[in-house]
Every structure is written in C-alpha cells, then in structure tokens.
C-alpha cells in the first residue's frame, strides 16, 4: 500500500496487472491513492457470483500461491492525461480483461497506417435514408464478424429502430458494414443462440447484407466528424420524421 507522502507524488497514474505465472499483463487501469491495489481487495470480498474475468484471474493467481504484480506504468498526470495513456495500453494489449476500451479507442484507437489513410480520405458518407448508425469496437469484430457484432445487443426502440432502411456497423468512423434488418427481437439466447443472456432490456436484429447499389452508398465512407464521439453507440441520420432519438 501506498502512504500518504507516496500518493500524493504519484497523483493520477495508469497502471498494469500482471500474471507473475506468464508475464502476462491481464488488466490496465488508471486512478490515484492506492486504487491500483484495490482489484485485490476486490477479490477477496467477492462471491463467487461476484467474479469478473479479472477477479477469477487474480483469485487463480493467488490460489496457486503467488501475488498478482502492481506496475506503475505512468504517474504525475492529469486525469485526462491519465485516460488517453489508459486507452494506449488497453490497444497495446489486447489479452487485458477490460471489459471496455479506453476513452477515444473506438475513434482514435489502434489502426494500421492504411486504416489511418482510408478513414481521413474515404469520402464523406450522405444519408439519404433512414439509417441507424451503430458504432462496433475493434476486438469485437476481431472476435466474430461484422454482422455479428453489429446486430445484438443493443438499447433501443425496436419500434423506431424497425422503421429504418438501413444499418451501418460504423469502426473508428468509417462505415465497415451495411444491412437491412428484418426484424428487431428482444436479446435472448433464444432469439439469439449462442448469446449471453442479459439481465436488462436489450435488443437485436435479424437481418441479411444490403444489396450492392444501396450497400455502395455507404460501405467504406466517413462518417462526419459531428456524428462521432458520441457516448451512445447508437445515432438516427437521415430522412426520418421529427427526431427519432
């Protein structure tokens, strides 16, 4: 534990949990004070219907009689500072148990250089249909397809949500898939095979590839700048009558 002397030096910092079994670093985070311990605490408290991929790591560690390693990677930040070093670690990592990416990751996270070249040079996407942008992380789609990762599971007005032409699974600002979604069902594994099933009210949608001349006025264009950012993964552009969100 760090002291008071020690913390106050430190102010925010980002840090990594490592498995000392393999080396492996298995979670980044940022804070201040001693919240870079706190993960243990957390373990030691929790249920096992409590346990979270990183707590079950840390819980595993310490069962086969080794302690979990604290790195501090970066310190003396500002908060800010703080999240956008966060956001580069979790991208420099990718087997870290994050259940989220860090600020900004979905936008200007991890890219290849001709990722880089085609999201600010693509041409700039025009909706002339009612459309649902939803945005989709990079691992997720790393994981299994676009379709996939686009179609469940999300919160929304399937009412709404069933009035579109079209949707645009969106990646770091560029539109990466086009579908028209034939129905929109409540997320359960029974609609969903396969799936987790979620404890709050979510939704998803079955649906096929929008054919080429309605797909090619989308796949592979920008989104403008002031429909990215947003913390709502999910934006109405388009055509629609009065404001649909």
Request: charged residues 25%; neutral net charge.
């Amino acid at each position: 534990m760090f002291t008071n002397h020690v913390a106050k030096q430190l102010g925010y910092y980002v840090y990594r949990l490592i498995d000392p079994r393999n080396g492996e670093t298995f979670y980044v985070g940022k804070g201040k004070g001693n919240r870079v311990f706190a993960h243990v605490r957390g373990e030691s408290s929790a249920g096992a219907d409590e346990l979270t991929e990183k707590l079950s790591r840390i819980r595993q560690i310490r069962v086969d009689g080794f302690e979990v390693a604290h790195v501090i990677h970066r310190h003396d930040m500002t908060e800010d500072q703080a999240l956008e070093v966060e956001a580069a670690l979790i991208d420099a990592f990718p087997e870290v148990t994050n259940e989220v990416g860090g600020r900004g990751s979905d936008d200007r996270g991890l890219m290849h250089a001709q990722q880089v070249i085609e999201r600010y040079e693509a041409p700039e996407a025009m909706f002339a249909h009612r459309a649902i942008l939803i945005n989709v992380g990079r691992t997720a789609t790393e994981r299994e397809s676009i379709y996939a990762a686009v179609r469940y599971a999300w919160t929304i007005d399937a009412r709404k949500a069933a009035k579109a032409d079209v949707v645009l699974a969106v990646m770091q600002g560029l539109v990466v898939g086009v579908f028209v979604a034939e129905k929109w069902l409540p997320a359960t594994v029974e609609n969903f095979p396969g799936t987790i099933e979620l404890v709050d009210r979510r939704w998803g949608f079955v649906g096929r590839e929008a054919p080429p001349e309605l797909a090619g006025l989308y796949l592979r264009r920008r989104v403008p700048s002031d429909l990215r950012g947003a913390r709502n993964p999910i934006r109405y552009v388009g055509p629609w009558e009065g404001r649909p969100d």
